[in-house]
């Protein structure tokens, strides 16, 4: 998983609670993505990271925020989680936002973390 | 309109055939277009990626793109039965700040 880790891995919680979930990152990788993937709708940015304490919103960013103190870490917190909010995350990493050729890297190119699944009961 | 569609599928072919995965998008000016796979239960592996018109060729797999068309598609010679997965197509957006948006993905089964 491209030096990426998730956690935690499995998470279930109750309405109302705050939740967060950590993506961690051994790449150096300026830029940071959270997903979720719900059956039918496929993987929603919900929001990314350009560089420390650099973020904006996604696709489905409503009811959740983000943060990132560190080139490494990326955290996404559920303030308040809802079930609809049922789902699995995934946090993906790129090199750089935009499409760019370095010697045979393709440096917009996501790799993906193994992912949380969350359920709001 | 969806900004990323494939067929959900499944599509079944057998052991050793030639499997066909299209996509389609709706943003014209998108430069970067990849395609991943995904196991059941398990994140998403980058297979091909693709940003000129044409074929790019990587072992059994081929990717092709027409940008012309807004056409993008996925080759897998020699189906085996360890293809067997859902395949995300995915293209950047100018919309969403040139982020990549991600089909529903199609479920390949591949029949020993």
């Known amino acids: 998983d491209a030096g990426i880790t998730q956690s935690p891995r499995h998470k279930v919680t109750e309405t109302g609670t705050p939740v967060t979930l950590r993506c961690h990152q051994t790449e150096n990788h300026r830029y940071m993505y959270w997903y979720r993937q719900d059956p039918g709708h496929g993987l929603r940015l919900i929001h990314y990271s350009y560089g420390v304490k650099d973020t904006d919103k996604g696709e489905v960013s409503d009811g959740y925020s983000v943060s990132r103190s560190k080139t490494e870490d990326f955290l996404l917190t559920l303030e308040s989680a809802t079930s609809s909010q049922t789902s699995v995350y995934f946090c993906?990493?790129?090199?750089?936002?935009?499409?760019?050729?370095?010697?045979?890297?393709?440096?917009?190119?996501?790799?993906f973390g193994p992912g949380t699944r969350l359920t709001v009961l | 309109q969806k900004e990323v569609e494939q067929n959900s599928g499944p599509l079944s072919v057998p052991e050793g055939a030639i499997a066909s995965l299209n996509c389609t998008y709706s943003?014209?000016?998108?430069?970067?277009f990849f395609w991943y796979r995904q196991y059941s239960g398990k994140s998403p592996e980058l297979i091909m990626s693709?940003?000129?018109?044409g074929d790019k060729e990587d072992g059994r797999f081929t990717a092709q793109l027409n940008k012309a068309s807004q056409y993008v598609s996925l080759l897998i010679r020699d189906s085996q039965p360890s293809d067997s997965a859902t395949y995300l197509c995915?293209?950047?957006?100018?919309?969403?700040?040139?982020?990549?948006?991600f089909g529903a993905g199609t479920i390949l089964r591949v029949k020993s």
């Open positions: 993906a990493i790129s090199e750089s936002g935009l499409p760019r050729v370095a010697g045979k890297r393709n440096t917009d190119t996501q790799y």
């Open positions: 995915a293209v950047n957006s100018m919309e969403y700040g040139n982020k990549l948006v």
């Open positions: 693709i940003y000129s018109n």
């Open positions: 943003d014209r000016v998108s430069q970067s």
